[in-house]
């Protein structure tokens, strides 16, 4: 079954410091990985995407991994702002026709003064 | 500026009513979805169309309704046979199969009344 899960479900943390969100998966085949930030009562914005051949990606103070073998991604946010206050969602997709996404429940980080 | 609308934002319904969100796009996307998001679950697929007079249900499609009549615009009808149909609702287009980025619009509240 293809699925998608996430950790930690919440997370608090103080403003300026680092934290590390998981994302575990069992999609396959394998295409991509996504990660988005949504903030509350918004559309999710994408932060990075992944293919199978990469390692890392970085946008800003949002760092990916992806270890395609352990199907195990990462995202690291480096010195938190309040702004960084947001749910963030790792979506998997297949590569297969049709319906292709795969989406975890995310985590919900809040980043406190 | 391209990207997705949805209207109204927010919206209330009696129940036995049908209602119906709007989702357009000017980013000349072939594929479209909309997605219902409840608290503490990750997205969940309602329906979803690759090419225009085209579409295909999700995961939750019992109680919805969709059209594809223009490449731009993704209607859903929430009818009154949905039983749960308080959620926040999204919509999404991607290029085409095999795009990379998800784009999502800014969401509508349903509340049923």
């Known amino acids: 079954k293809n699925q998608v899960e996430q950790s930690p479900q919440s997370l608090i943390i103080l403003e300026g410091k680092n934290c590390t969100l998981q994302?575990?998966?069992?999609?396959?085949?394998?295409?991509?990985l996504r990660w988005y930030k949504q903030d509350t009562g918004r559309g999710p914005v994408s932060l990075t995407i992944?293919?199978?051949?990469?390692n890392t990606k970085s946008n800003g103070r949002y760092t990916a991994t992806l270890d395609a073998d352990t199907k195990q991604s990462s995202l690291h946010i480096t010195a938190s702002q309040l702004s960084d206050s947001a749910s963030y969602i790792c979506?998997?997709?297949?590569?297969?026709?049709?319906?292709?996404?795969?989406f975890g429940t995310g985590t919900s980080l809040t980043v406190i003064p | 500026d391209g990207g997705i609308t949805q209207s109204p934002k927010y919206l209330f319904r009696k129940e036995g009513q049908n209602v119906t969100l709007s989702c357009e796009q000017n980013?000349?996307?072939?594929?479209m979805y909309w997605y219902r998001q409840d608290p503490g679950q990750g997205l969940r697929l309602i329906y979803y169309?690759?090419?225009?007079?085209?579409?295909q249900k999700g995961d939750i499609a019992e109680g919805y309704s969709v059209s594809r009549e223009k490449k731009e615009s993704f209607p859903l009808t929430v009818t009154s046979a949905q039983k749960n149909p308080t959620a926040f609702y999204l919509c999404?287009?991607?290029?085409?199969?095999?795009?990379?980025?998800?784009?999502f619009g800014e969401g509508s509240w349903l509340t049923v009344v």
């Open positions: 979506v998997v997709s297949a590569r297969i026709t049709g319906n292709q996404f795969y």
């Open positions: 994302c575990n998966y069992t999609v396959s085949p394998f295409s991509n």
């Open positions: 992944m293919t199978f051949s990469e």
């Open positions: 980013l000349n996307h072939d594929a």
């Open positions: 169309s690759q090419i225009v007079n085209d579409f």
């Open positions: 999404a287009s991607i290029r085409s199969l095999g795009g990379n980025t998800i784009y």
